[in-house]
């Protein structure tokens, strides 16, 4: 057993040293070939609204990813169905509240934004439930050192949110082709994940299968709270001080 570990612990690292190599290229020449579609104030207005979006995803987890791979027994049936189903519904209501604060929020940048904006900014809030379809396969394909996988599904989410920012440019549009695009990336990126990592998808909400894992997973999410909101402060206030 041990030796077989060793071989997909070594084997996992070179692909990922691989992956990192290779999507940074492509990122790299994708990221040119956008730059000369897209004016700058598209990039800084996407940079922002994914950035408030990034910032609620962190509460959509509650560390439930982690407590799934770090668990000493394979996780039952009942346990992945219950932390997607918390997951699924986390994501549901911060969605819910990011879309009711999303005029406060435009507003709070002042002229750096638009009225347009705030539909952006909605629009983009599909991502949260979007990622957490694919959250507990992904959990369980790096539990068992998948890495091979995981590329794969993040291969897809680069090819689709960089690949069709370039035709939806080409129509005219700006910001709205960088809020499409992520859309459908991480929609690409969760199907794959279940696809290459499928699992026996259910509904249930026990707290006795939850127990243990939010315990575990809620004292990981805290100390990323907290490092999230020491590195949250500067990127707001250039945001509305450029």
């Given amino acids: 057993m041990f030796p077989q570990l060793k071989h997909k ?3 996992g690292t070179a692909i990922l040293i691989t992956k990192s190599l290779v999507f940074q290229v ?42 799934l791979i770090q668990k000493q027994t394979e996780p039952t049936t009942p346990e992945l169905r219950a932390v997607f189903t918390l997951q699924f519904l986390l994501s549901l209501l911060s ?7 999303a005029p406060i929020i435009i507003a709070y940048y002042g002229s750096q934004l638009d009225t347009n904006t705030t539909l952006q900014l909605r629009l983009l809030v599909l991502t949260l439930p979007l990622t957490t ?7 369980l394909a790096e539990r068992h050192l998948q890495y091979v ?12 949110a960089k690949g069709l920012v370039i035709p939806l440019a ?11 695009s992520d859309i459908l990336a991480k929609l690409g990126s969760s199907l794959t994940y279940l696809i290459l990592s499928p699992w026996k998808f259910g ?3 026990k707290w006795k299968e939850l127990k243990p894992l939010v315990s575990f997973g809620l004292a990981y999410q805290l100390s990323v709270w907290v490092l999230t909101a020491g590195g949250a402060v500067l990127p707001i206030y250039i945001g509305k001080y450029p």
């Avoid at 790299?28 to 700058?40: V, W, Y």
């Fill in 9 to 11: 612990a070594v084997s």
């Fill in 26 to 67: 492509f990122n790299t020449g994708s990221n040119i070939i956008i730059a000369r579609l897209l004016i700058p104030q598209a990039f800084g207005v996407f940079a922002i609204i994914s950035f408030v979006v990034t910032i609620f995803s962190f509460f959509c987890d509650i560390g439930l990813n982690i407590a």
């Fill in 95 to 101: 969605s819910l509240i990011l879309w009711l604060l």
């Fill in 133 to 139: 379809i694919g959250n507990v396969s992904r959990a």
């Fill in 149 to 160: 996988k995981v590329t794969l599904a993040d291969f897809v989410n680069l090819l689709l």
């Fill in 170 to 180: 080409l129509l005219g549009l700006t910001v709205p082709a960088l809020v499409i």
């Fill in 203 to 205: 509904l249930s909400i």
